[in-house]
């Protein structure tokens, strides 16, 4: 029995990767439990294992109390002085245990705490192995396909593929590889505690690094991801080395690398944008491959008013908004856009509204200074308040409190027509998210490879 002990520990410490030590002093527990379950739940049990031998020493210890309380580990002096003659009142009495007395139930007690805190001690060294990985890829063996939930054999733990973190659209068998991010662990959970994903933008991220070595080496950088699982996706890099092409290291010959991440995705399509520290730029090459004609920027309010020719507004909405979206989401800028037969309108619109200061008849020199000063229009010298008139060189307080109240007064009889919305401008911000037949239906238009999309973005084109 001894030797079966030592094997059993030995085996469990070997395939479980368990702390010896933990596995005796559990052992031990289980055993002093079983003991407590025939000679009181409050006995004072010792159970020693000599881990060099196997065996095994079961002990109760009774105190020597004048009066006795709990029988379950106490003696009276009489009873005690039968095991040993010179006992006295707060000596502590050993009386051996033979372990065959227990027989089954002690052996099934230890086995069951045994097992329990094996269970126990794998999760918690899954934990440990997993939680510094969130964010990494993670590579297994599909076991078993339950419910839409895919359970993978990871080298030293299971994981699970929620229905929700697998690229729609995709299948997958018993005995298939499979690659996927590590996206939490849950501690908690009674099943597979690594939850990972395949939708998720690091899985992409972290399959270019695997793909492109520049990447690895960290010449090139991923700035951002923007990816709607199954349809379409976004990355923008940057070369920290003049002399490396990061959209070209990215692409690979032919088209090899961002091909073969393609293949992985299930035919997922990719936008290689090259990143830039101009917004606007930035911007520009994320709307790929919708050429834009020009941008205006917002930074108070993070928006950009994006202008494109008419025939490119539907290439830069993409199907279902898909490529503005994935562009919000790439740049965090909130982009408004428009074509530029609408974009004319609304400036024509707005120049009807316009009241020129030359209509106020104040002089031809005072008129010229307050143009010069920037003030071109009846409504831009209402807003102006007095203190900064009479900083303009050439006019003085009478002059500036003459100029405003005339034109307060012009205003008051000659009111402004408010320009109308045309209606023709779209709005898409980083939180848009695409609705789930979207995603089934992927995005229809044809979008040219990825390089030359963002060389001709870099050009303008």
Known sequence: MNNEILDALSQITREKSVDRAMLIETLETGLASA???KHGLTADVEVRFNDKSGQLECALRMTVVDTVEDPAFQ??????????????????????LPINEFGRNAIQTAKQVLIQRVREAERDRVFKEYSDKIGTLVRGVVQQVDRGNVIVKLDFSEGVLPAREQIPRSYHRQGDYVRAVVLNVDKSAKGPQVIMSRTHPDFLKRLFENEVPEIADGIVEVKAVSREAGARSKISVFSTDPRVDAVGSCVGLKGSRVQSIVR???GERIDIVPWSADPAVFVSRALSPARVMDVKVNEAEGRMNVIVADDQLSLAIGKGGQNARLAARLTGWKIDLVSKSEEKKRHDLERASRIEVEQLELGEATTEKLISAGI????????????????????GEKTAEKVLATAQEYLAAHPPVAP????????????MTADEDELAAGDGTEAPASREAAEGADRGE
């Open 75 to 96: 003696w009276t002096v009489e009873k005690a002085r039968a095991h040993k003659s010179d006992a006295a009142v707060g000596d502590v009495i050993r009386i051996p």
């Open 376 to 395: 071109e229009t009846v409504q831009e010298l209402v807003a102006t308040p007095l203190e900064t008139l009479v900083q303009i060189p050439g006019i």
């Open 35 to 37: 003991v407590r379950k």
């Open 264 to 266: 992985e995705l299930g």
């Open 420 to 431: 109308e919305t045309t209606g023709g401008e779209l709005e898409f911000t980083p939180e």
